[in-house]
Every structure is written in structure tokens, then in C-alpha cells.
């Protein structure tokens, strides 16, 4: 999965705390995208951003989520007030946009404590 | 509501034994369909998008076709190294939006 990145690849954090998940896309992608995986599950789409856009965040929980891209660096997911519920794989994609594929990074594990 | 369902939810094969993982989907205006695999720890990995029923897309010993109600990914002569979660997903035709809808995947196991 090179070219996207995400940062950091484990995340601990204690109930309460707030978390900041991490994403650089592929050379050349303008469009990222989040997913959540929980265990026994499939990837659940979040939100599609493009730069300092949000397009879609149909699957973004209303309270405590949000996510950013800004004209420069990397889009942030960010959880306010984590609850035990919110330990998940969470990962990005990038891509061209339409029906171009997306290309995963290797995604955030977070646990929460 | 969009649906993709996958089956079987595991499959083990012995080397070289060829067979089929199924993606059944409900979609209103399908844009594209798309397999991934994904190892362990590792993020889901492209393999094909098939945007039209009746196309094929081949790469080394995988083939994934595409029907208006599934899709198929043909997997002939597997190696242990083939050993993935396997997973489909949708793209609607709507907008702006881009989402793509998961199934939950097929773990398959080659055994040497």
C-alpha cells in the first residue's frame, strides 16, 4: 500500500481524550476518503473530502467526529471525548475521483482504554 | 438501501485447487464495482474495478466478471501465497458522491 499514509499506526488513548488520526494521499490524488472497520465487520465508509471541502460525510457519527483537509498537509480525522466504542481500524483512501479506484493506506488501529 | 453481500464467508483450498468467490449487490445506478484484497494488519490492496455487466478484467490467476446483479472472482490454480480477506464493494451513481459500499468479505486460506 505505498503512497498513502497514515500515522500514527497505533493509537492508545484513555476515555475522554481526543484523538487525531492522520492522512497524506497518493502523488497526484485530490480526493481522500475515511472508512471504519470494526472487528467482524466491513469497511464503513465516513467522509470524502477534497481540499478544504467536506463533499460527503453521510457516515460521519454527529457528535465528537470531524475531519479536515486544508490546502496544506495532510487530512486529519479527529474524535473528541473517545468512548470504548470508537477502538477501530480507521482507514483512508485517496484517489482521482469518480469511478477511479481508491487506494487504501494501512490505517490507524485505535484503543481505547 | 445499497446492500453488497459476499459469500462464502471462508473458503480452504488446497493448492492448485481452482474455485469462485461470489458478490451478490443491490445498488440503484451502479457506477463501478471493485475487489480488494487484504492481508492482515494491511490496508485493502486494488485489484479490479468493472464498471458494465458482461465485462471481465484478468490478472495472474485471478478473474473477476461482472453480471447486473453479481459478480464473480475466479481464482484458478491458487498458491498459498492467494491466502487473503477478499473484499467487493459498490459505487453508486449519485451526485457527488464517491462512497464506496463493503461487503464483509471472503477469508480464503490456500493450503500448500
Known amino acids: 500500500n505505498a503512497g498513502v499514509m497514515q500515522n500514527p499506526r497505533h493509537l492508545v488513548r484513555r476515555r475522554g481524550q481526543e484523538a487525531r488520526l492522520r492522512c497524506s494521499p497518493m502523488?497526484?490524488?485530490?480526493?481522500v476518503y475515511w472508512y471504519r472497520q470494526l472487528p467482524e465487520e466491513g469497511l464503513k465508509f465516513m467522509v470524502y473530502?477534497?481540499?478544504?471541502?467536506?463533499?460527503?460525510e453521510s457516515g460521519m457519527p454527529k457528535e465528537r467526529f470531524s475531519a479536515e483537509f486544508p490546502k496544506e498537509g495532510p487530512s486529519i480525522l479527529r474524535i473528541q471525548q473517545v468512548v470504548r466504542g470508537d477502538s477501530a481500524a480507521y482507514f483512508c483512501?485517496?484517489?482521482?475521483?469518480?469511478?477511479?479506484?481508491?487506494?487504501f493506506g494501512d490505517g490507524t488501529r485505535l484503543s481505547i482504554l | 438501501e445499497d446492500q453488497v453481500t459476499q459469500s462464502p464467508e471462508a473458503l480452504r483450498l488446497q493448492e492448485g485447487e481452482s474455485s469462485s468467490l461470489n458478490c451478490s449487490y443491490t445498488?440503484?445506478?451502479?457506477?463501478?464495482l471493485f475487489w480488494y484484497r487484504q492481508d492482515p494488519g494491511k490496508g485493502p490492496e486494488f485489484l479490479f474495478t468493472?464498471?458494465?455487466a458482461g465485462e471481465e478484467k484478468e490478472k495472474e490467476r485471478l478473474k473477476a466478471t461482472l453480471t447486473k446483479k453479481e459478480s464473480f472472482l475466479h481464482i484458478t490454480a491458487p498458491k498459498p501465497e492467494d491466502s487473503a480477506t477478499y473484499l467487493c464493494?459498490?459505487?453508486?451513481?449519485?451526485?457527488?458522491?464517491?462512497?464506496?459500499?463493503f461487503g464483509k468479505g471472503t477469508k480464503l486460506t490456500v493450503n500448500p
Open positions: 483512501a485517496s484517489s482521482q475521483g469518480g469511478a477511479q479506484p481508491q487506494h
Open positions: 502523488k497526484g490524488h485530490s480526493h
Open positions: 473530502l477534497q481540499k478544504e471541502n467536506i463533499i460527503d
Open positions: 445498488v440503484s445506478g451502479l457506477r463501478g
Open positions: 468493472l464498471y458494465s
Open positions: 464493494a459498490v459505487q453508486k451513481r449519485q451526485g457527488g458522491s464517491e462512497k464506496l459500499v
